[in-house]
Every structure is written in structure tokens, then in C-alpha cells.
């Protein structure tokens, strides 16, 4: 009986206030979730943190769930069980989704079928948890919202962590000219390897004059900007005309002039996956599914940590000083 009873719980972080990181509480006693109709049940072996995530946990993001919650969405593992009317996946099927409804930063995690997606042999569980959300995101500011084209350039500010190698890769296999920058001499390493042409440090004085030697007097096309509140005067200045930033992330406000937009008709266009139709969603994953089957889509695995340690990778995901790829929750 004690044994039968064992198996229905499970660990989970649950947050019960909104706060800072100390408000994650790992809990040994969390109910395993249960699939209904058209839902599957996923043992996570691995789950992806996003910044996202940080300002959700914090209650200053504008969607809010209800209290107590489960964070996370990126999940990789392989099907436990499935509910009804489930025919495209089975017990014992490799996956990863980027939307979990039960929470990801958990032993098991419950997802919508239709939000599920098989996950090749030649990706290990760390790299399906570092598809989702990235991938989605960087499809969507660059060919949904920016309308990206072959032979265009793209600056990808910010671009080692999860969302910034996604657009590196997505773009260079696209056939953009890909700028990318980095915080540290190892995080440009990682960007000239997956996908750019070129990498700068943001934290030198002077990029950004580096940045228009290298594009010319045109400027860049397009901007997908993961620090608006910090970048996004200096992003105006760097632009082609008709160029377009794309803002992704951002943690504040900022002043900008408006007549930089008028002088170009450049637009800041804001992405949120949250918001994206079926149909949308539907044409990122046959991208993403497209780049996996190609090669080209290979997803970095930065930061690792255990489920203990979710505090530790809130704080890290926001304060480090430079990501080199996807951060990770192993199970």
C-alpha cells in the first residue's frame, strides 16, 4: 500500500508567492498529474529555464497564473501515459514540448498531445529541453513578425543564450547574413559556431561602431533584441532603412527618440510565442521538426542544474555574465 501510495507523488517546485528566487520550493509530496482527453503524462528528464519564466515567478510579468503554480514549459523526456484519443504517441516514446500544463520544473509533467513532438535519437534529453520555447520564439521575430528574407542581414543582440543561438541558427540556414553579440570572448565563440558571420563584445565602448563598419552605410535590416531596455536607442542608430528591431526581451523601461524611427520608417515590433495563433504555431513547429531532420538545428546546452538547485539557476539566468547556450533542469 505505502508503495502504491509512493508512486502517485512526485517531486516539484511550487510557488506559492510571488517573489524572488527564494519563493521556488522543491516539494517531495506533489501529486502526480493525470492526462484527460487529448493530453499526454511526460517523465521529464530535462527542462529548459527561460528569463521569462524569472519575470512570471517575480509578479511583474503581465500573465500571471494562479497561485500555488508549477514553472516551466520546455520539457523533454519520454511518454509515461496518454488520455483519450491519443493515437500519435504511446508509453515509452522519446519527446519534447515547449508547453507543459501541469508545470515543467517537475518528475512528470502534463502536456497537451498537440503540443508534443517526437524527439530523434541524434538529440539527447539536455538538447530537446533547449528546443521549445527558443526555437518558437526565433522563428517568430524573424519570419512572423519580421519578415525576414534571404540576403537580408539580422543583428541577434544577445545572441549566446537559448533564443539568440536559435535565431543565429534559424537565420544563417535561411540564408541571412547573421551579426551576433556576446558578453564574453567564449560566448562570441559559441555564436561564430552556430550560424554567425560575425561577433561582437557588448561590452565594449565602441561596438557598435565595430557593428556599422562592418554592415556599412545601409545598416541592418533587421534586429532581434533580447535587452530592449538597455539596447534599443543604440538598435535605432544601427538600422537600414525600413529596418526592424525585434524585441523579444526586455527588463525596464528606456527613453527613445521617436524621430530615429521617423528618419528611417524603421519599426520596434514586439514578439510574444504566448500570443501566436494555431496556425502560427503549427507552421514554427514544421520549421523547427524541418531543421532537425536537416542537421542544421543543433540546440547548446549551457548551465546545468539539478531540480535542488532552481533557485541558484533563477538567479544565474538573470545575474551571469554572459549565457553560452540553453540553460537546463536535469531529472
Not at 125 to 140: D, E, L
Not at 230 to 253: E, K, T
Amino acid at each position: 500500500v505505502v508503495m502504491a501510495a509512493t508512486r502517485n507523488v512526485m517531486r516539484a517546485v511550487r510557488v506559492f508567492e510571488f517573489g524572488g528566487p527564494e519563493v521556488l520550493k522543491l516539494q517531495a509530496d506533489v501529486l502526480v498529474p493525470v492526462p484527460k482527453e487529448n493530453q499526454v503524462l511526460i517523465k521529464v528528464h530535462a527542462c529548459g529555464v527561460n528569463p521569462v519564466e524569472t519575470y512570471i515567478r517575480s509578479g511583474t510579468y503581465a500573465r500571471k497564473p494562479a497561485l500555488p503554480y508549477t514553472p516551466g514549459s520546455d520539457v523533454a523526456g519520454v511518454i509515461e501515459s496518454v488520455g483519450e484519443h491519443v493515437t500519435a504517441f504511446k508509453k515509452g516514446d522519446r519527446v519534447f514540448t515547449l508547453e507543459t500544463l501541469s508545470g515543467g520544473y517537475a518528475e512528470y509533467a502534463v502536456a497537451a498531445a498537440n503540443r508534443v513532438f517526437p524527439l530523434p535519437d541524434k538529440l539527447d534529453f539536455r538538447q530537446g529541453a533547449a528546443i521549445g520555447v527558443p526555437y518558437f520564439t526565433a522563428y517568430r521575430a524573424l519570419f512572423q513578425k519580421g519578415c525576414a528574407k534571404a540576403g537580408e542581414s539580422v543583428l541577434v543582440h544577445g545572441a549566446s543564450g537559448g533564443v539568440g543561438l536559435a535565431a543565429c541558427q534559424i537565420a544563417r540556414a535561411c540564408g541571412l547574413k547573421v551579426l551576433g553579440t556576446a558578453g564574453t570572448e567564449e560566448g562570441m565563440n559559441v555564436i561564430l559556431k552556430n550560424g554567425a558571420q560575425h561577433a561582437f563584445n557588448h561590452r565594449d565602448p565602441n561596438y557598435t561602431e565595430r557593428i556599422k563598419a562592418c554592415t556599412g552605410p545601409g545598416g541592418v535590416d533587421i534586429i532581434i533584441e533580447m535587452l530592449s531596455n538597455v539596447n534599443l536607442d543604440a538598435d535605432l542608430q544601427l538600422l537600414s532603412c525600413a529596418g526592424r528591431v525585434m524585441v523579444v526581451g526586455c527588463r525596464g523601461r528606456i527613453e527613445i527618440n521617436p524621430r530615429d524611427t521617423m528618419s528611417k520608417e524603421s519599426s520596434i515590433i514586439g514578439v510574444s510565442l504566448f500570443l501566436a495563433t494555431e496556425e502560427e504555431r503549427h507552421e514554427c513547429a514544421k520549421a523547427v521538426l524541418d531543421g532537425i531532420e536537416a542537421g542544421w538545428l543543433k540546440p547548446v546546452v549551457g548551465l546545468e542544474y539539478p531540480l535542488e538547485k532552481v533557485a541558484k539557476a533563477h538567479e544565474d539566468i538573470i545575474c551571469s555574465s554572459g549565457a553560452r547556450g540553453k540553460m537546463v533542469l536535469l531529472l
